[in-house]
């Protein structure tokens, strides 16, 4: 089926988002909103949408023109009898959309294909309501539509066969990378991506790490993007919250269990940057602050050290961390009896410090640092670390011009701590079978905004590495949702990668 017409029902910002992205292929589409002060609203945001591509220099005047001329708004669900696909875009709400269903049921020819834009409801179910259940797909765009690459392509159990094939084919027309899985949860993307963002939330509200530090770990260390808590600021506290109790309703898992702290600032109206306030203050300011290195308070000030004592514990930039210790003009020994400012045990991630600090009979000027990334030096604290020896290794840290964030001694550090988890549920995904490591790079890529997908990430750390720090957190805390999916000690026991 060659789709040429289509209705959009819903123009907020992502309905009228997909109503340009239909449009700027060549396709006639009617744009509906049942109620007429809405349909004047959406209206207005495909015209600036416009407006500004035009100002950029992405369309011309003529172009422009052209692509409004053929989005033909309408009050009526009547409007869309000539679609060959109606796409669904309202609230996150079943009821909801099943009446938009029926509606379109009713309205459409009975060839037209019906699809969802839902990010993490049942396409199953929404299906299983209609006159046509071998004709309704999940067809998810990521906001803003016009700018982002991916889409998520969901089939059920119900699907006809083609159908998810012209949805697919379609998608590619439209420019957009597809990737095509099957109805569960929170697609690839959102299930990837809430986890990940819920269990930051935990670990500042458990006060494992101070936000500006969970931040700088997640863009310094990992390389992403964006901060966890800026970007569920920036996604909704609110709609963080509902996706991630979809994804407990149907998984069951501890990953999915919603961070107490969600709730709470949900409940108190601070859901982000719509409300004002989330993790992060918006009064007066137009973007969550950048990430920025850890401010020590109540906390002695201290000059770069003259000396240290290095003690190598596994950490596996052990060279490369000595190397710039030294062109930083800072003598190393290695026996803690010399005299020296500080004493530094060169980490690994699933190694712990306190045993070596302790061993060097100096535990009060001891601390751990671990290079994670390029620019991140996790400074790993023990019970026993006295404030001057902190005060001391942030001093070395910025001397070698390094981020530095404040981590307890525990397996993982602060980015390992988080990122491992991460990847483990995406391995369980290929493991799962219900997408392949490309299309989950893919998706996280274009979708996620990450510079490199989970998969590589993985296979550069090292899927020996990440299942041993995943085995010392499942051990320390007892959570099942640490627990090393058994693909992951098969590919780490074979020497394998994911991508290769």
Known sequence: MEIREAAVVGLGTMGAGIAEVLARSGMQVTAIEVDEAALARGMANL?????????????????????????????????????????????????????????????????????????????????????????????????????????EVVTTVLTAQGTGAAVTDLARRLGKTPVRVSDRAGFVANALLLPFLNHAAALLESGYATREDIETAATSGIGLPMGPLALLDLIGLDTALSILQVLHGEFGASRYVPAPLLRRLTDAGQTGRKSGRGFYDYAGRQAAPSASPVIIQNEISAAAPAAITLIDAGGDSFGEFASAVAAAGVDITRDPADPSDLVVVAAAADRGVLAAAIETGRPADAVGLHWA??????LVTTPLSGPAAVATAVALAAELGLDVVRCPDRPGFLAGALLCPHLNDAVRMVQDGYASAADIDTAMTLGCGYPRGPMRMLDQIGPAAALSVLTQMHARYGDPGFAPVPLLAEYAAAGLGFCS
């Open 373 to 378: 990334g390029d620019k991140l030096a996790e």
């Open 47 to 151: 015209d600036r949408s416009l407006a500004r591509a035009a100002a950029r220099g992405k369309l011309t005047e003529q172009e422009r023109g052209q692509i409004r001329g053929r989005v033909r708004p309408a009050a009526s669900f009547a409007a869309a009898s000539g679609a060959d696909l109606a796409v669904e875009v309202v609230p996150e709400r079943m009821e909801i959309k099943q009446q938009i269903f029926a509606q379109l049921d009713q309205a459409c020819r009975a060839d037209a294909i019906l699809a969802t834009n839902t990010s993490s409801l049942s396409v199953t179910a929404i299906a299983a309501r209609t006159l046509r259940p071998g004709r309704v797909v999940g067809l998810h765009f990521f906001n803003p539509a016009p700018v982002m690459r991916l889409v």
